[in-house]
Nanobody, 124 residues
Framework: QLQLVESGGGLVQPGGSLRLSCAASGVTLDYYTIGWFRQAPGKEREGVSCISSSLSSTHYVDSVKGRFTISRDSAKNTVYLQLNSLKPEDTAVYYC?????????????????WGQGTQVTVSS
């Protein structure tokens, strides 16, 4: 049974960087499309980035393009989200989620397995 555990969150100053990890156990992540989502206080959860299982194509929401990078390390069964040039509006709980389909989608209901989330706070 697939389980996901996020880590790497923390408090960082504006302009700083963090690397979030989404580590899987139970099943290889290579067969899953992985999405990163975030939920800020008082806001709905939104899709941030995604890496597909086929060809590992990547997608980003416009607000993070050029600043965030998603990648997959098959040997470690982990997906990463590199967060650079962080802004206060990036403050949120970040979740990774897995779906068995081969393509990215923003439809959160299609992601079957979710991690517990990791807090990212960008503040001076």
């Amino acid at each position: 049974q697939l389980q996901l555990v996020e880590s790497g969150g923390g408090l960082v100053q504006p302009g700083g960087s963090l690397r979030l990890s989404c580590a899987a156990s139970g099943v290889t992540l290579d067969y899953y499309t992985i999405g990163w989502f975030r939920q800020a206080p008082g806001k709905e959860r939104e899709g941030v980035s995604c890496i597909s299982s086929s060809l590992s194509s990547t997608h980003y929401v416009d607000s993070v393009k050029g600043r965030f990078t998603i990648s997959r390390d098959s040997a470690k069964n982990t997906v990463y989200l590199q967060l650079n040039s962080l802004k206060p509006e990036d403050t949120a709980v970040y979740y990774c989620a897995a779906r068995p389909g081969s393509s990215c989608t923003d439809r959160q209901s299609l992601y079957r397995v979710w991690g517990q989330g990791t807090q990212v706070t960008v503040s001076s």
